[in-house]
């Protein structure tokens, strides 16, 4: 790393390095905007900062290991998508705000990347099919730990059913999974029992060509 001056002392390439990878709201800020490295006499051309940012993206996704568990497809759809990086990078800034705030438990962190996949999305098409997985497996595995009945309620971009059965293939074909924007009810029973359901909106009823029994929430 160099300056207009010379080389860059070791010492300032480790903080800064060190800076970029523990602080995420001050990476962001450099790629927004890299002529401020200038404050610290770095030449923004010489710091490869879309690297420093997909390793803290890879860094990002090893701390979140411990949600595979919970979202083994939504791991699987990254992956064939080729955006786990991207995916992880985009959330470090969010991620380190709620570890500030203490939010360091799984539930935790299941719970922040369903909140941050809803704006992540949008309404890019490929991203919706990361959010649609993402909130159905979320959602089974509160049913699966919540005590009698309980219904949730997600507008998604697909039929979870649907994509989920196609991720679970040996070779998924993503593009056959059907497009269409629906409301989903995932309902849990004071028995355990738990089903996922298509609400009808024009008719503002329940309608059963989603209605399924879902194995293993209770």
């Given at each position: 790393m160099t300056t207009a001056a010379g080389p860059v002392s070791a010492e300032i390439t480790q903080s800064l390095i060190a800076a970029a990878l523990t602080d995420a709201e001050r990476l962001h800020a450099w790629l927004d905007d890299p002529a401020a490295l200038g404050h610290y006499g770095i030449d923004p051309d010489a710091v490869d900062l879309a690297s420093l940012a997909d390793f803290a993206g890879l860094s990002e996704k090893i701390r979140h290991n411990p949600c595979r568990h919970d979202l083994p497809l939504t791991f699987r759809i990254l992956r064939l998508l080729g955006i786990e990086i991207e995916f992880f990078r985009d959330y470090t800034a969010l991620s380190l705000a709620r570890r500030r705030m203490g939010?360091?438990?799984?539930?935790?962190?299941?719970?922040?990347?369903?909140?941050?996949?809803?704006?992540?999305?949008?309404?890019?098409?490929?991203?919706?099919?990361?959010?649609?997985?993402?909130?159905?497996?979320?959602?089974?595995?509160?049913?699966?730990?919540?005590?009698?009945?309980?219904?949730?309620?997600?507008?998604?971009?697909?039929?979870?059913?649907?994509?989920?059965?196609?991720?679970?293939?040996?070779?998924?074909?993503?593009?056959?999974?059907?497009?269409?924007?629906?409301?989903?009810?995932?309902?849990?029973?004071?028995?355990?029992?738990?089903?996922?359901?298509?609400?009808?909106?024009?008719?503002?009823?329940?309608?059963?060509?989603?209605?399924?029994?879902?194995t293993g929430c209770g």
């Open positions: 939010l360091l438990s799984l539930e935790d962190r299941l719970d922040g990347l369903a909140l941050f996949v809803e704006g992540w999305a949008a309404a890019d098409q490929t991203r919706s099919l990361v959010r649609d997985i993402l909130l159905h497996e979320r959602t089974l595995a509160t049913l699966s730990a919540a005590d009698g009945a309980l219904a949730v309620v997600h507008e998604l971009s697909s039929d979870p059913l649907e994509l989920a059965e196609a991720l679970r293939q040996r070779d998924p074909d993503l593009a056959g999974v059907g497009r269409e924007v629906r409301s989903v009810v995932y309902e849990r029973a004071s028995d355990g029992r738990c089903r996922v359901l298509e609400i009808d909106g024009s008719l503002a009823s329940l309608r059963h060509a989603l209605d399924e029994d879902v």
